[in-house]
Nanobody, 123 residues
Framework: QVQLLESGGGLVQAGGSLRLSCAASGRTFTTYDKGWFRQAPGKERELVAA????????YYADSVKGRFTISYDNAKNTMNLQMNSLKPEDTAVYYCAARELGYVTLTGGYRYWGQGTQVTVSS
């Protein structure tokens, strides 16, 4: 079983950037599909971005396309989310997640979760 730990959250002004990282332990992160979710107060958790374990495909929510980039560093066993042009509506707790292989799409089936990191974007 893989354990996940996020880092990199914080407070940033609108238009700024943050880079979130998710470090894996317990076993290699490589052969898992991976994703970033977020949950704002009073809202449901939503998938923000995801990446196939091979790196061959990615998914982005419409609200972050062109601003966020998901990546995986195999050497460091770490997943990253580069967030640019941040908006106040991006304020949320961000969670990294992983799942075993075998799903057709990237949008469901995540079983392993980090504890979350707060991102706050001020206007």
């Amino acid at each position: 079983q893989v354990q996940l730990l996020e880092s990199g959250g914080g407070l940033v002004q609108a238009g700024g950037s943050l880079r979130l990282s998710c470090a894996a332990s317990g076993r290699t992160f490589t052969t898992y599909d991976k994703g970033w979710f977020r949950q704002a107060p009073g809202k449901e958790r939503e998938l923000v971005a995801a990446i196939r374990w091979t790196g061959s495909s990615t998914y982005y929510a419409d609200s972050v396309k062109g601003r966020f980039t998901i990546s995986y560093d195999n050497a460091k066993n770490t997943m990253n989310l580069q967030m640019n042009s941040l908006k106040p509506e991006d304020t949320a707790v961000y969670y990294c997640a992983a799942r075993e292989l075998g799903y057709v799409t990237l949008t469901g089936g995540y079983r392993y979760w980090g504890q979350g990191t707060q991102v706050t974007v001020s206007s």
